[in-house]
């Protein structure tokens, strides 16, 4: 979902319009907006013939598992990683097609961006193209220099691999946040803070999932969950939790700071993305690397009150 008017190298960092690449080809005939999708699409069709992997989150490397201790982390995985709400603003396209299927934010959810990256790239192109941007059969395929026929054909067997691979009722439109929601979010916070295990595990729904790339164990249920947290903020650790509130993926999320208990500085460890269902937490996804807070505007260490 990148603005569709650049191009950015994933090596070397940096940005360019990509538009400059095929100046020369724009005659009028279509909308400068069709027209720069026309260059976006085929230089993404281009950098995934090119790719070697595509990136994941732990539910798609094995099942739920029961719980034990951790090891190490398998960072040799191309995990699927948050992105920060703050950047979206300026990229989401704020003016779909009247055939969009899907709102551009539930576009961005990380069960779908984790869902179309098992299609191939060319039904990948459709499904977006059709579905969240909002072309016709027609426009799309004029886009991908290929028929109707087979636009609607790609297009149907993309729509029913990612309804399999989505929960059920991940792709529904969801409303901002209601009052009980934002309880909800200050119940989590408060939990965490105190590192209160029964109060997190009250907050989950009867099938909450729990994940934390890079380690591939992903666990489903309050009590396997509360096996999990109850090891890891035992009392003999001496740690203490804060949470900053962000947003990633159009999810509420948060900075996940720890300290020993008498470090003066809180350490940026997790960025932590929720999902809600009514007023229980459906999901918690832990992407435990420091990196990621700078995308967020998060320091990677903050000072610690006496209090806390």
């Not at 979902?1 to 940005?15: E, T």
């Not at 598992?65 to 398998?74: I, S, T, Y």
């Not at 087979?150 to 929960?167: D, I, K």
Request: with cysteine; glycine share 6%.
């Amino acid at each position: 979902m990148r603005n569709p008017a650049r191009r950015v190298d994933g090596d070397s960092g940096w940005s360019e319009p990509i538009a400059a690449v095929g100046l020369d080809s724009f005659e009028g005939r279509a909308s400068p907006r069709t027209w720069l999708y026309r260059i976006a699409t085929n230089v993404c069709l281009t950098a995934l013939a090119r790719a070697r992997t595509h990136r994941v989150l732990p539910e798609s490397q094995g099942p739920a598992v029961d719980f034990a201790p951790l090891g190490e982390g398998d960072r040799e995985i191309a995990w699927l990683e948050p992105y920060p709400d703050a950047a979206l603003d300026g990229i989401l396209d704020r003016a779909p097609g009247p055939e969009a299927h899907y709102e551009t934010r539930e576009a961005i959810r990380l069960g779908f961006i984790a869902a179309i990256q098992e299609l191939p790239s060319r039904q990948r192109a459709t499904l977006l193209l059709r579905d969240v941007l909002g072309f016709s059969a027609v426009e799309t395929a004029d886009l991908l220099g290929s028929s109707v026929a087979s636009v609607n054909s790609a297009l149907q067997r993309a729509r029913t691999t990612v309804g399999q691979l989505l929960p059920s009722g991940e792709t529904h439109t969801r409303p901002a946040l209601d009052d009980r929601q934002h309880a909800l979010l200050s119940r989590y916070v408060r939990a965490w803070e105190a590192s209160d295990v029964e109060a997190f595990i009250a907050l989950l729904k009867e099938d909450a999932v729990w994940t934390m790339p890079p380690w591939r164990q992903w666990f489903i249920g309050p009590e396997t969950i509360r096996a999990f947290i109850s090891w890891a903020w035992r009392p003999e650790r001496g740690r203490r939790q804060h949470l900053v509130p962000t947003a990633a993926n159009g999810l509420p999320a948060f900075g996940y700071y720890r300290a020993q208990r008498e470090d003066p500085q809180w350490r940026a460890f997790a960025i932590q993305v929720l999902t809600l269902h009514d007023d229980t937490i459906a999901s918690v996804t832990n992407f435990v690397d420091s990196r990621l807070f700078a995308g967020f505007g998060l320091p990677p260490v903050l000072p610690r009150t006496p209090d806390r």
